[in-house]
């Protein structure tokens, strides 16, 4: 089992910043990556960042140029910086993780962080 523990959601105005923080405890062997997706009220959940061990990265169309995610592998956390909030940024923040086990790939979720931007 493994657990993802998000903090650092909150309510910002538009412009402002947030950093979010993601840690995984449990059985975190065999991670091949980290990342963020998030959900706002009656749209699909969608990509945000992920980064694989390998430092290789996907970042979603609307966070490419304002937000940034790194991770510190040895403690298994994952970070995104969010900068230039916008309105349409409000959504529940799920910390991800994708791990490669013996019998496949294994994907797990956060409770997630609600981000709310106000203009």
């Known amino acids: 089992q493994v657990q993802l523990v998000e903090s650092g959601g909150g309510l910002v105005q538009a412009g402002e910043s947030l950093r979010l923080s993601c840690e995984a405890s449990?059985?975190?062997?065999?991670?091949?990556?980290m990342g963020w997706f998030r959900q706002a009220p009656g749209k699909q959940r969608e990509l945000v960042a992920i980064?694989?061990?390998?430092?290789?990265?996907t970042v979603g169309e609307s966070a490419k140029g304002r937000f940034a995610i790194s991770r510190d592998i040895a403690k298994n956390t994952v970070y995104l910086q969010m900068n230039g909030l916008k309105v349409g940024d409000s959504a529940v923040y799920y910390c991800?993780?994708?791990?490669?086990?013996?019998?496949?790939?294994?994907?797990?979720w956060g409770q997630g962080t609600q981000v709310t931007v106000d203009s």
């Open positions: 991800y993780m994708q791990r490669s086990l013996s019998h496949g790939r294994q994907s797990s």
């Open positions: 449990g059985s975190t062997f065999g991670v091949t990556a």
């Open positions: 980064q694989s061990n390998n430092g290789q990265t």
